[in-house]
């Protein structure tokens, strides 16, 4: 059972995301820390890949065989980080450590 | 076994509070040129919403009575003599901090959306193909690029109305799907209701956001300054 | 679903933005003294690190274009 602590961070999760400042060492709330911070990880990767793929399929550097395998790859990872995060009791919609000005000048 | 729970760090004081947190003993642990305050429990006590606020409660007691730097909430030491050692191992650290944030105060602005994006907005249906897929996303990306954009200007319009400095001033764009800005500045005590004000008006005048001013607060948000040597 | 943060009352917003601040920030003190925290806080210290990093070269290639 949650404590009261567990549940504030969790309301948090709304204003400011998911990852956490810290991850706590108590062995209830550890696993959920770390499953966060690892799907906020691989999600801001994949964003970074993502935009990468549009950028080359725009920019008319990738072959249509290419555009389409990378596509499908990022799908499918999106939609396992979706359900990884759901697996952990985790909103996907805010697994965002943010591109933040890195995004713009990508 | 008994613990203590940190609450914040000043110069040294010849006097303060003598409560801690739920009518516990608050002990003052002298570590060179500055003072510990923290709680003494008997145990191992699971931590409350309330105990948060209450260390809120103490913290302020203690800025108004000087410079003060707070400690994050939920930082346990093993007894006084290690509190002492963990303070003089880093003594100039934490004494410049003390000493920066001085009597200063937290200000924060929240603005959030008043059109947040929903989550079906954001389309996971399995699209019809890989290049479907990437143009989908380019299209997904654009709006959320706008909202950042959007909101970053939100935030260097409120800096330049406010006129705080550049170092005086936090702030993190789109932190979350509903959030458009979350900001917080340094004011000094006494300039702090004067600077909520000035800011409650901007917020007010911005469209499309719906503001929330609060504070005066002790600087929660500027002790990560410190952090940036990398610790350990 | 629960309530969007922009129906909730002012105080309400005001009391999480407390909290997050109360949880999430202020000073942490590490050490022999602290009982749990430290060695994960460097983990965080560590990826904020890595994003200046990232940001830093590609505001370099940006600036060199």
Known sequence: MEDEIGTLRRELERVRGVLPDRVDVDPEGVEQGLAKLVLTLVEFLRQLLERQAIRRMDGGTLTDDEIERVGLALMRLEAKVRELAEAFGLDPDDLNLGLGPIGKLL | ?232 | MSVPLAALPDEELSVLDLADRLLNRGVVITGEATISVAGVDLVYLGLNLILTAVETIAQREARAK
């Open chain 2, 1 to 232: 076994m008994t613990r203590l729970l940190a609450h914040a760090i000043t110069r040294r004081a010849t006097g303060g509070p003598s409560t801690g947190l739920r009518g516990r003993p608050l002990e003052q642990i002298a570590a060179g040129e500055l003072d510990l305050w923290a709680t003494r429990w008997d145990g191992e006590p699971t931590l409350s919403r309330d105990d948060a606020f209450a260390h809120h409660d103490l913290i302020a007691v203690l800025c108004d009575a000087g410079p003060c730097l707070p400690v994050r909430f939920g930082t346990w030491l093993n007894d006084e003599a290690s509190a002492r050692r963990s303070l003089e191992a880093e003594q100039d650290r934490f004494a410049a901090a003390v000493d920066r944030l001085g009597d200063r105060r937290e200000v924060a602005i929240t603005l959030l959306w008043l059109d947040a994006p929903s989550p079906e907005g954001r389309g996971h249906a399995v699209a019809p193909s890989g290049r479907a897929f990437l143009e989908r996303q380019r299209a997904l990306n654009a709006v959320t690029d706008e909202r950042r954009s959007v909101a970053e200007a939100l935030f260097e319009g409120l800096r330049r109305d406010l006129a705080v400095d550049q170092a005086d001033v936090r702030h993190e764009s789109c932190p979350s799907a509903e959030v458009a800005l979350s900001m917080s500045l340094l004011a000094r005590r006494d300039a702090a209701d004067a600077l909520k004000a000035r800011a409650t008006v901007a917020v007010g005048a911005i469209e499309g956001v719906r503001g929330v001013v609060s504070g005066p607060w002790p600087p929660y948000s500027f002790t990560a300054d410190l952090e940036t040597d990398g610790g350990g």
